[in-house]
């Protein structure tokens, strides 16, 4: 793993520590955890490849990702507070997002020390036909993990505002983009 590689892997990891604490949800709720995977995609993802079982190795992993991402915001707590949305990561949530990026990170340190033959043998009997595949299949794993959190998240918001009686969660106004920004 290089240094971007775990700088990368630590930040999308904060991103939920930092939820642990009750805050504002804001555009930059949904905003800081697109931006990292969406730099991590532009990064690690060259294509998908599709020959032998690649696309059922990246199906696999994607549903894996939208499970553990689904899940983890239905775990994550979303209250009114006067105008506002307040949002709390709870401990499933953060420790479903552990798991996720710890399962990714703890594959590749394993496949860099020692474990390059073990995965290139079940790749070799799964007709899995490139090392392509797996950074595929990881890389979008988190990337539909994000997505399905942040908008099972997005959605909890918008029946609470519903109910509420609130403005919407992400309609961003000049003035909300300022705050942001």
Request: net charge positive; hydrophobic share 55%; glycine share 12%.
């Amino acid at each position: 793993m290089t240094t971007t590689d775990w700088i990368t892997d630590i930040a999308l990891v904060l991103v939920v520590f930092r939820q642990l604490r009750e805050g504002r949800l804001d555009l930059k709720s949904f905003l800081i955890p697109l931006g990292i995977v969406t730099f991590v995609a532009t990064s690690y993802l060259d294509g998908i490849p599709t020959a032998g079982n690649d696309l059922v190795l990246i199906g696999a992993l994607m549903a894996v990702g939208a499970a553990l991402g689904i899940a983890g915001g239905v775990y994550t707590r979303i209250r009114a507070a006067g105008e506002h949305l307040l949002i709390k990561a709870g401990a499933v949530s953060a420790a479903l997002w552990v798991l996720g990026m710890g399962a990714r990170m703890g594959f590749q340190v394993w496949v860099d020390h020692g474990g390059a033959g073990h995965v290139a043998r079940f790749s070799a009997d799964h007709h899995i036909t490139s090392g392509q595949a797996w950074v595929a299949a990881f890389v979008l794993m988190a990337l539909t993990e994000v997505i399905t959190r942040v908008a099972t998240i997005f959605i909890r918001g918008r029946m609470v505002t519903a109910r509420q009686g609130l403005a919407p969660v992400a309609a961003p106004t000049a003035r909300t983009l300022d705050r942001t920004v």
